[in-house]
Every structure is written in C-alpha cells, then in structure tokens.
C-alpha cells in the first residue's frame, strides 16, 4: 500500500491530522495498534480550548458538539473554604471554553472517516518505521497476523506517550526534558449531575481535587493520590467522602453519588522531547509531550500540533513547499512550552506535595492571596486555560 502520510496512531491527534489532509486532497492511512472500541473506552480529556473547536468546526464535524457540548465561561480555584472565581469570558473578551469529552471529539472523527476516505487500519501489530532519514520512509506492520507494507512520503508520530515514532530519532539528535510529579490522579466517571456548573479546582489539606463534568447528568471527578495507591483501595463511597470533604463544605454538600462508570488511577508528569521532526518524521501530540491534566491542555497542545503540521504539509504537497515543514517543530514547540509552564504551575498551586513543608505550603497560600485580589493575576491565568493564540 502506498499513500502520501502514514499517520501511526488513531488518538485525537492522529484522527484530526488525517481528517485535516483528507480535506485538502492529500492521502493519508492511520495505523492504529487497539481496536475501535478501546480507543473509546479511554476516558480522557474534557475542556476543549478554541484550537480544538475550532479544527471540528472547520471539518464540518462540530454539529454533535454544538448540540451537547457545555460552554464554559469560568471555573473556581478552591483553597479550604475560600473559592476564587476566574471568569475566563470577562477577563478574555469573552473567550470561552468547551466542555465536551475526548471520547465524543474521538468518536465523531471516526465515525466521518470512511465517508471522507480516511482509512484508518486497526488492531496492527508490531508496527515497525523503516527509512526515515530517506525520502521514501515505510512502515511495517502485522494485520490479522500478516504482515503489510505502508509505503508514504512521510510518517507522522501520533502514536502518544508510548509509541515506538519518539523512539525512533536517534539519541544523538532528541533531547528529553522531565519532571515526574510524586502523586497520581484517581478519576471516577458516574451518571450524575455536577455538584456544580463550573468546574472545581481545589487544595486540601488532603490534596487535591477536581470537580468536572462531561454533561449535565454525568459528572467526572478526580483527587490526588499517593503514586502507589491501588484503585481496589477506594470503593465507591470511599471516593464521595472524600470528594465531599476535599471539594469543601458548599459544594461537596451538593455531590450526587451514583455507581462509578469507570474508576482509574493516572501518573502525572511533564515532557516534552526535542525536536518534533527528525527528517521524514514527524511527532504530534503526547507521542512528543505531556502534561500534567491540571491545567486540561493535553489534548489541545495535540490539536496545535496537528494544525501547524497539516498546513506545513498542505503547503508541501499542494505548492512544493518546504518552509512550513522546516520549521515546525520550532514553531509546535514555542506553543508546547508555554502550555507545559502553565500546567506546571498550576499543578505546583493546587497540589500537596509531601516534601514542600510549611515553606511551600506557604507559597501557596500566598499566590492564592495574591490571584484572590488581583486582576492581572486572574486574566493571566485565565487567557492561559482557554488556550494562547496558534
Ligand atoms: P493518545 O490519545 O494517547 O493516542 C495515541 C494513539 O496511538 C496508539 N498507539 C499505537 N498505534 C500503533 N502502533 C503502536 N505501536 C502504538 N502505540 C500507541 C494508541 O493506541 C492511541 O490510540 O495521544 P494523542 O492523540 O496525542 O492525544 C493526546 C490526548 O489523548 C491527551 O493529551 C489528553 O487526554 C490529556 N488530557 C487532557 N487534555 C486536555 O486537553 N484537556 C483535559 O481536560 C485533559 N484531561 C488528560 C485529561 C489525560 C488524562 N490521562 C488519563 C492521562 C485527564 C486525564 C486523566
Ligand atoms: C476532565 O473533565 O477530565 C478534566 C477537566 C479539567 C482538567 C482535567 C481533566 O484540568
């Protein structure tokens, strides 16, 4: 099989790059290693900055959004019993985000890609990269225990944090930057109203915790764990106490409980991996970065990616142009860092780390002080989370 991208991956950041060439003429194949339906079983993201919404609006795949998405124009940062609002609409010229689930912006991308001649093969095994410092780079690959060849121009590394595209660039030319938090998040999904209609950032003394939604009747909520904490150890009604006392008194008193729909437990860390292009490939999305979930801008930094990438391979394919694809990763990486400072600091506010003590206790308390009463602060942290400027 030949085409003119091999994307391997079939996550948000492969599935928008392959839409976005499709639209434009351009051949693209998404080799994606699980099934259909375990790509959907994956609960993820849930607040989709303006570069999200707006690649599904261009698609012409937003109608299922528009109809169920929540517009959000503000959330809460909660310390004890204090809560601090930043109206993100009043602060960024009524910017907004949108509150709509990874599972469902997945979804509709899949569900529109037979009819636009996307071909995504799933369940490939063994997928294996060939050539990338050459001109004509393939891929190999195990389909229902045969083995297939993708022959493309380029290959595009969507294939998230574990993929075998990062591992590809030689040592020599990658350089890795990391900081692995000492704490997870344990995330309970339930059909449920939100015990309320922003979402919920709050530091306990316990820990953290986050209070969000994917509708108004059903809630997604998270608290900070130990990194070696078992899901087994937190039944149901463990997590609602505990969601009740940490969210604090008012809107932990308006928590509805309900059986969990899916109960897991998520490392955090930061990455990032430079460069995001290595000759004839090209890294998107987690496959080249991660970023703590406090500040919801994993997904995004993959939509970022992907609409710098398509228009660089829009412009090479249609016009023979090189500039776009020369500097993409300078480009995708100026926007990376950004976000990962953001989320950085945002989980080093909401957090309890167990080694900071007093002192870092005390910086936090300070910057809360500090957010609290001041407008600089909150439109600085509000035109950060509905996302910076492509
Ligand atoms: P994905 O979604 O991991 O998709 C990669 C795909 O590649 C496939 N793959 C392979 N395919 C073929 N061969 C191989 N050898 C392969 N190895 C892997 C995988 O099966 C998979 O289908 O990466 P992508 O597309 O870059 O998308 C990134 C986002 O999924 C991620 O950044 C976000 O989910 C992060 N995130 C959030 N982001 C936001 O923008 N807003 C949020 O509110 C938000 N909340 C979250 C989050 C991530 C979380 N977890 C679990 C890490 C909340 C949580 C709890
Ligand atoms: C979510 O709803 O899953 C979610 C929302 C905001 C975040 C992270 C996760 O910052």
Redesign the pocket.
Known sequence: MKTDVAI????????MLGHLLRQQGIDAVI????SAD??LG????????KV?VDILKDLDLADRMNKEGLPHDGFFLADGERLIHIDIAELTCGSQVMVYG?TEVTRDLMDAADSRGLEIVYE?KD?AIHDVDSDAPYLT?LKDGVEQRLDARFIAG???????SRKAIPDSVGKVYERVYPFG?L?ILADVPPCNDELIYANHSNGFALA?MRSNTRSRY?IQVPLDEKVEEWPDERLWDELAVRLGPEAGSRITRGPALEK?I?PLRSFVFEPMRYKSLFL????AH??P?TG???????SSDVAYLSRALISYFKEGKSDGIDTYSQTALARVWKSERFSWSLTTLMHRFPDDGDFGRRMQVAELDYIASSEAAKKSIAENYVGLPL
Do not use: M
Request: net charge neutral; charged share 15%.
């Open positions: 391997i991956g079939g996550g948000p950041a492969g599935l080799v994606e290693r699980q375990y790509v994956r609960i993820r993201a849930g607040v989709l900055e999200t990874q490939a997928v690959y969507c294939d998230g944090f574990h993929g075998p998040w995330g969000s998270y897991s998520a998107a999305g987690d496959a991660i970023v979930p919801a801008k994993g997904l995004n930094l993959a």
